[in-house]
């Protein structure tokens, strides 16, 4: 699934969160998307998603306008917040059946127990989400989005989500299979060194608009100029 944003324009009262934003998403990519606070990273997400309307401009999903009607195309996308879209009194295994059920995907009994074991949520499954760690819940969203297999995924700041390493580790090996059968996860950092070795495209994002968009080679090329003010803010 291909998804565009054209001259993205969000406004929340005076403030421009997203400025112009042109963006494109192939499938089979992993982009990282660097910028400082209040860059208009979450805002962007969210409207890549159609969670959040634009103000102007356009989203664009397989080469038609978005249209929040559509959910045969929204079935494809899922977006995980930093606190996840969960139920908070239902229990692990309820949330993935909601989730399973509003995708119209059935899984059987082995697939989720590998799923859940995987991010070490086996013996939590039936615990209600709300007694979870920050980590677990941000596991449990990560579960979904791996059990749908959505072909989309939106994830804000998934590295400053609690987990421990290895529910990290779980997620990035998850995360290249999906790759290689040619989904595209689109995640949101502040962290350089950990864009550099996990993805395929780096856009970084500055006052709402797309200043750059490399490769992990090319933006280390050109922050070892050292002529680029936003890239040098974002290094220090």
């Not at 998804?3 to 934003?21: F, N, Q």
Request: aromatic share 6%; hydrophobic share 45%; glycine share 6%.
């Amino acid at each position: 699934m291909i998804v565009e944003l054209v001259d993205a324009r969000k406004k929340y009262g005076s403030l421009a969160a997203l400025d112009g934003c042109d963006l494109k998403i192939e499938s089979g990519e992993l982009v990282a998307v660097l910028g400082l606070n209040g860059a208009g990273k979450t805002t962007m997400l969210k409207t890549m998603a159609g969670v959040s309307p634009l103000s102007s401009g356009h989203l664009i999903w397989d080469g038609r306008p978005c249209r929040r009607e559509d959910l045969e195309r929204r079935r494809r996308i899922l977006f995980i917040p930093d606190t996840p879209f969960l139920v908070l009194e239902r229990s692990v295994l309820e949330n993935l059946a909601l989730f399973l059920d509003a995708y119209e995907i059935e899984r059987d009994a082995i697939f989720i127990a590998e799923l859940l074991e995987s991010f070490d949520l086996l013996e939590a499954a039936t615990s209600p989400v709300s007694q979870l760690s920050r980590g677990q819940v941000y596991k449990t969203g990560l579960a979904t989005l791996f059990a749908v297999e959505a072909e989309v995924g939106l994830l804000d700041e998934p590295f400053a989500s609690g987990m421990d390493a290895a529910g990290i580790q779980n997620f990035k090996a998850r995360t290249w299979a999906a790759i290689a059968e040619k989904s595209s996860m689109v995640y949101t950092t502040q962290l350089v060194d950990l864009a550099l070795q996990f993805a395929t495209r780096i856009v970084v994002l500055n006052h709402g608009k797309v200043h750059a968009d490399l490769t992990p080679d090319a933006l280390r090329e050109r922050a070892a100029e050292k002529n680029d003010t936003v890239l040098a803010k974002l290094i220090s």
